[in-house]
């Protein structure tokens, strides 16, 4: 997938259990986001982040924290999961160049994590 | 509010049968268009940027087109490995950092 990697790539898990997901690229870029893909809803962001150690919320952020100590790894963390948790969590990256792939979001494979 | 709407749902087509999907929004300004294809148990894929009315883009047998309320993405002489979900997301001139909005895609399936 294009230099960005996530894992794990299937997880199950307890209500009330912490879990961490995982984002790593080596394309260099700046911009990294996190996604859930829920049927009915489509992609909606959970956290971006636009450098190291700067973050902020997408529209679904209640329940999640992220943390970026280096520019290649963007990690997602469930403090203590919840069965509404159950999804699949993409990570993307996007460069914001010039040309015909600017601001064009390039995504991981995805995760999927099931909260019992 | 800014929504993206895609249509139909779903989409059965039998192979060589062109048709179209839809994709309607309503944003404040729109940056950018674009078009994703999602295969089961993948991440999207990206396949085009529209960033203005009139403009069109095609890769072999997709089209993507754009006006000022949706865009569409014409399908001509379909093969069942088009089959996939198609994703439409937009960006806004509101966002900052290119937080896209996604539609919740049309799932195509094209039998041979």
């Known amino acids: 997938d294009a230099g960005i990697t996530q894992s794990p790539r299937h997880k199950v898990t307890e209500t009330g259990t912490p879990v961490t997901l995982r984002c790593h690229q080596t394309?260099?870029?700046?911009?990294m986001y996190w996604y859930r893909q829920d049927p009915g809803h489509g992609l909606r962001l959970i956290h971006y982040?636009?450098?190291?150690?700067?973050?902020d919320k997408g529209e679904v952020s209640d329940g999640y924290s992220v943390s970026r100590s280096k520019t290649e790894d963007f990690l997602l963390t469930l403090e203590s999961a919840t069965s509404s948790q159950t999804s699949v969590y993409f990570c993307?990256?996007?460069?914001?160049?010039f040309g015909a792939g600017a601001n064009v979001l390039t995504f991981g494979a995805g995760s999927r994590l099931t909260v019992l | 509010e800014d929504q993206v709407t895609q249509s139909p749902e779903a989409l059965r087509l039998q192979e060589g049968e062109s048709s179209s999907l839809n994709c309607s929004y309503t944003?404040?300004?729109?940056?950018?268009l674009f078009w994703y294809r999602q295969d089961p148990g993948k991440g999207p894929e990206f396949l085009f940027t529209?960033?203005?009315a009139g403009e069109e883009k095609e890769k072999e047998r997709l089209k993507a087109t754009l006006t000022k309320k949706e865009s569409f993405l014409h399908i001509t002489a379909p093969k069942p490995e088009d089959s996939a979900t198609y994703l439409c997301?937009?960006?806004?001139?509101?966002?900052?950092?290119?937080?896209?909005?996604f539609g919740t895609g049309t799932l195509l399936a094209v039998q041979p």
């Open positions: 997301a937009v960006d806004n001139y509101g966002g900052a950092t290119n937080k896209l909005i």
């Open positions: 993307a990256i996007r460069d914001r160049g």
């Open positions: 529209l960033y203005s």
């Open positions: 982040s636009y450098g190291v150690k700067d973050t």
């Open positions: 394309e260099n870029h700046r911009y």
């Open positions: 944003v404040s300004g729109l940056r950018g």
